[in-house]
């Protein structure tokens, strides 16, 4: 490691460290190699040389915190996205959950709401919509307005189609929104039992108990001792016999937690509490 890459290493932590003081917002334990490529982007786009004028930005320009969490979040996501998985919960999660009179479910860091909409289509379609409800939560308070709204542009609708076809989907996709100016309109319907809200996996406690707790590709961007704390909290969340599913490139494996579950599904990352 060179000097500069000291130094640089040195303003990063000084950074995250004033966002935690200063706003509470902790990103202290995130994966530093690509946490510091979105940190040096957003420094370029704001027009800055250096770490340490970003973090004086920071904390005396209003609005600069808001461009700065913006960029250090990825929000990519779409609907039905890795179709198998979704396919894997029709045929393995679904017969666990039939068992339970209500269904608690934590979409946990669910980005603009593409995960939660499947989720709904496909509890609809096997009848079990109306005994769930869905915990919708990011640290993006953005993207829960985004998600709130139900609203996506038409030009993805291909893409999610064959998505929601290859997941196993049961009708046709565009019975679930109406087209209108350039949108994608989703029915209202599917928003009734789903509750949208801030929380922070870092920072914020347990709320509630689940039966499904999904958290994918979240965890990615976080170091191993976050994301050990992240899989206590869900351990604190789960139910009995829960279901936990992650990422297709995450996975319980190398982390302490492991012993508390089974696999149900290895590749699909779907894992199921045995104490
Ligand atoms: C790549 S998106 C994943 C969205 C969705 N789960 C999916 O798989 O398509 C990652 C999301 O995690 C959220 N996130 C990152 N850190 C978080 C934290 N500490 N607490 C809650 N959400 C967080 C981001 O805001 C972003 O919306």
């Known amino acids: 490691m060179t000097v500069d890459d000291e130094l640089e290493r040195l303003e990063i932590e000084l950074l995250l460290e004033a966002i935690f003081r200063r706003f509470g917002f902790d990103f202290r334990d995130y994966a530093y190699t690509s946490l510091r490529r979105r940190i040096l982007h957003v420094m370029r786009k704001e027009g800055l040389d250096s770490v340490s004028s970003l973090q004086d930005k920071v904390l005396h ?7 700065l969490l913006n960029g250090l979040t990825i929000s990519v996501t779409s609907m039905f996205r890795d179709p198998d998985f979704y396919a894997a919960i029709r045929e393995k999660v679904l017969p666990i959950l039939r068992t339970y009179p209500n269904i608690n479910i934590w979409h946990a860091g669910c980005a603009s709401g593409e995960e939660v909409y499947s989720m709904a289509i496909l509890m ?3 009848g079990l919509y109306d005994k769930c409800r869905l915990y919708a939560t990011d640290m993006n308070e953005g993207a829960i307005k985004a998600a709130k709204t139900g609203i996506l542009p038409l030009t993805v609708m291909k ?7 290859r997941s196993g989907g ?17 029915d209202q319907t ?3 039992n789903v509750v949208f809200a801030h929380h922070n996996l870092v920072t914020d406690s347990s709320f509630h108990e689940f039966h499904f707790i999904l958290c994918r590709n979240v965890m ?13 909290l869900f351990n604190q969340s789960l139910s009995p016999f829960g279901v ?9 494996l190398l982390n302490p937690e492991k012993e508390t579950y089974e696999e149900i599904d290895a590749l699909q990352r779907l894992y199921r509490r045995i104490s």
């Open 190 to 192: 599917l928003r009734k």
């Open 124 to 126: 609809q379609e096997e």
């Open 220 to 232: 990615i961007y976080f170091n191993k001792a976050l994301q050990s704390r992240v899989f206590q």
């Open 159 to 165: 893409e999610y189609t064959n998505n929601y076809l």
């Open 244 to 252: 936990l599913a992650l990422g297709i490139r995450e996975s319980l």
């Open 61 to 67: 320009q209003q609005g600069t915190l808001e461009r």
């Open 170 to 186: 049961k009708s046709a996709f565009s019975d679930y929104y109406t087209a209108k100016h350039g949108n994608a309109i989703f």
